[in-house]
C-alpha cells in the first residue's frame, strides 16, 4: 500500500515539476526555520544554567532616559555591585566585569598579536 502511494507520489513530482519544486522548496525552508527557532528557545532557556545555582545568579542592567530618548543597557556603575552586596544581605557575592574598548596587544613567546573581546573582571 505504501509502494503504489510513494509510485503516485513520485509520478506527480515529475508530471509537475515546477509546482513540486515550489513546493518542496517551501517545505525545506520551512523545516529549517522551525529547527532555527526551536535552537533560539533553547537556548534562551539554557542560558547559564550550567551553574549549580543557576537560579541564585542576577545581572544588573540599567534603563533611563537621554536627552528625551528611552534606552536600556546591560552595564551599570562601577559601584553597584559592591554597594548591593553591601546593603542587601541575599546578596552573596558579586562581580563586575568591564570589556576592554582597544583589543590590547599580547606577546608569547617571540609571537605578538591582538587579542579580542577581552574583559576586566574584580572577583
Sequence with gaps: MLKSYLKAAWRNILKKKLVSLISITGLAIALAVCILIAKFIYDELRYDRFYP???ELYRIAL???L???PFATA???GPAGLALKNDF???INACRLRMVSQPPLLAAGIRKFYEEQVFFADS
Design 53 to 55: 545555582h543557576a537560579g
Design 63 to 65: 534603563e533611563g532616559e
Design 67 to 69: 536627552s528625551g530618548i
Design 75 to 77: 552595564t551599570s556603575g
Design 89 to 91: 544581605p541575599e546578596v
